[in-house]
């Protein structure tokens, strides 16, 4: 009988891609995936540092897992992700019922490790070593059988922003070698996909051999199969002319273009230790504008950052109001421990809600108006899946805005011309053209 795995995921993208490759690697020893925590012989929880009292959340849900086990065999517990390489050992000596550690950039051991582990030897791995873990995860297939795939290119980050966790949870900048990425590529392509993701801490920062990001998008493009290409998260700084230049040509780019901020001042920016000023910010806008007028820009903002005053928290509406964001994200500044925003007087709780709300409210208004503009027009949508009471379809807009409409099973995986009939914030409802021939918006 085979053995069951239970994985849960917290955190971004890339957690999300790696929980898909350790499904991948663990099938080798034995390991089916199981969508019922109760059914698993080993629950694997995939975990994210960025905010908040994030090792808290972890010990509570293994508590959680404790009870649903309390009158069953213990299932083997393993912390994966960036909490298990911030906290590592202390994981282990605060919660006995976790037995494995693994840090991010050493899931190419994982089956090494669950293989070899004995009740009395608990074990902590969180090396950094992505050249081997890549080497090892190309010579397992990418398995997702999904329209949208993603596909992690790079990993890691040098920039160190005063605020973030991630340089010291991910390790150094690391891109992967060109074919490496290419042959996963087109290993996802002929098992059905129709997107790709590219994923990376900062994946414009793509360099390996002289190639960049824009390489690997004209490659992708080649690949007859693949019909859409997006790639996050970017830093403003590395924006280069190659990049902007390819959405002059590129045909599978997507029009939405996530490039995170995080605040309207440039005050704010350099105690943030951003290394980019918002002129430079507006230039990349204008420029990618001008190229493609129908271009949208996405962003992260942290609000609240310390030193923020009203007038620079002003500066960040002010941005918001011009560039008109849509489908972003805002977060109040949370402390890490280890980063050097961590030592910094915080901005009261009161202030700093209101602030969020302040933000959340234009954004959402932008949101609203531009779901408005595309009732009774015709979009591109990408179905991705039946919705969760199989009545409907979900698929995704070009701008990644959720999509719910009428439709067949047999049309997920396909690009379908959708006229829409209604929006909220954050949902486009509509029904399938019969004549696809109609003008898309
Ligand atoms: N590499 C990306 C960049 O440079 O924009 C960001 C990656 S980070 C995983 C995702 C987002 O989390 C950031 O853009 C930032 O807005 C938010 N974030 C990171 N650290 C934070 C902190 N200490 N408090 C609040 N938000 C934070
Ligand atoms: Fe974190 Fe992004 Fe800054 Fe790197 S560039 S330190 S991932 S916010
Ligand atoms: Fe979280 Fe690590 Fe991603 S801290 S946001 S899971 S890189």
């Known amino acids: 009988m085979s053995q069951k795995i239970f ?21 080798e020893i034995g390991f089916e995936k199981t969508d019922r925590c109760e059914d698993a012989n080993c629950y694997l929880l995939n975990t994210c540092h960025i905010r908040d009292k994030a090792s808290e959340k972890v010990y509570h849900e293994i508590g959680r897992v404790k009870k649903i086990f309390r009158s069953k065999k213990k299932p083997l517990v393993i912390v994966a992700g960036c909490v298990a390489q911030a906290e590592n050992q202390e994981m282990l000596k605060r919660d006995p019922y976790i037995d494995i550690i693994i840090g991010p950039q050493a899931y190419h051991k994982i089956n090494d490790k669950i293989l070899n582990f004995t009740e009395k030897q608990k074990v902590e791995e969180t090396e950094f070593d992505a050249v081997s873990k890549f080497e090892y995860l190309s010579r397992i297939k990418n398995k997702t059988g999904k329209a949208t795939s993603f596909l992690t290119i790079q990993e890691g980050c040098d920039k160190f922003c005063n605020f973030c966790v991630v340089p010291y949870t991910r390790g150094p900048e690391y891109s992967r070698p060109f074919d490496q990425i290419m042959n996963e590529a087109k290993s996802l392509a002929n098992q059905g996909c129709k997107e790709i993701i590219l994923l990376g801490q900062n994946v414009n920062a793509y360099f390996n051999n002289g190639l960049r990001l824009s390489n690997i998008i004209n490659e992708i493009e080649k690949i ?42 440039d005050k704010i920016l350099n105690l943030m230790n951003r290394k980019h000023t918002i002129k430079e910010y507006l230039k990349t806008f204008e420029r990618l504008k001008k190229i493609n007028p129908l271009i949208e820009f996405s962003s992260d903002f942290i609000i609240s950052y310390p030193g923020e005053e009203e007038k620079d928290f002003r500066e960040t509406l002010n941005l918001i109001e ?24 915080t901005i009261d709780k009161k202030i700093s809600l209101k602030r969020l709300e302040k933000v ?42 959720s999509v719910i409409f009428e439709g067949n099973k047999k049309d997920i995986g396909k690009i379908l011309q959708i006229k829409i009939t209604k929006s909220n914030r954050n949902t486009l409802f509509g029904k399938v053209i019969d004549n696809p021939k109609q003008k898309v918006a």
């Open 7 to 27: 994985i849960k995921t917290f955190g971004c993208q890339m957690n999300e891609y790696d929980s898909n490759r350790i499904y991948d690697a663990v099938k």
């Open 322 to 345: 011009d560039v008109k964001f849509i489908n972003s994200y805002s977060f109040i500044f949370s402390p890490r421990p280890g980063t050097v925003a961590d030592r910094l007087k």
């Open 224 to 265: 007859k199969k693949i019909e859409r290409i997006r790639y996050t998260t970017s830093h403003p700084k590395d924006m280069t002319e190659d990049l902007v230049e390819i959405y002059k040509y590129s045909k599978k780019l997507m029009p939405l273009i996530h490039l995170p901020v995080q605040s309207g001042s």
């Open 360 to 401: 959340q409210e234009k954004l959402y208004q932008n949101q609203i108006i531009k779901n408005k503009s595309l009732e009774n027009k015709i979009i591109n949508v990408l179905a991705e899946n039946q919705t969760g009471d199989r009545t409907k379809i979900f698929g995704r807009s070009e701008y990644m805005t």
